[in-house]
């Protein structure tokens, strides 16, 4: 069993910056995807970025150029940097990994608010 457990989220102005953080813990086999999705109210969940074991990157358009996905290996941890962050950009951010064994976990979530 993996516990993923997201942090950063916070209340935030429209131009500002925040640093997601999500720590795998637990019975872990080799984790192969680690990223980040988010759902906004009243909308489904969608992909945020992904990053491989070997540092290959996928992000959503929206989000290209603002949001910086990174990991740490060693640490079993996975980070999202956010720059000049919109309303829009308002969700619940989910943590997510992929194992070699084929297992997929989700975090419970960190709330993310952009607003002035």
């Known amino acids: 069993q993996v516990q993923l457990v997201e942090s950063g989220g916070d209340l935030v102005q429209p131009g500002g910056s925040l640093r997601l953080s999500c720590a795998a813990s637990?019975?872990?086999?080799?984790?192969?995807?680690m990223g980040w999705y988010r759902q906004a109210p009243g909308k489904q969940r969608e992909l945020v970025a992904t990053?491989?074991?070997?540092?290959?990157?996928n992000y959503a358009d929206s989000v290209k150029g603002r949001f910086t996905i990174s990991r740490d290996n060693a640490k079993n941890t996975v980070y999202l940097q956010m720059n000049s962050l919109k309303s829009e950009d308002t969700a619940v951010y989910y943590c997510?990994?992929?194992?070699?064994?084929?297992?997929?976990?989700w975090g419970k979530g960190t709330l993310v608010t952009v607003s002035s």
């Open positions: 997510r990994v992929t194992t070699s064994n084929g297992m997929a976990y």
């Open positions: 990053i491989t074991r070997g540092d290959s990157t």
């Open positions: 637990g019975t872990i086999f080799s984790i192969l995807i």
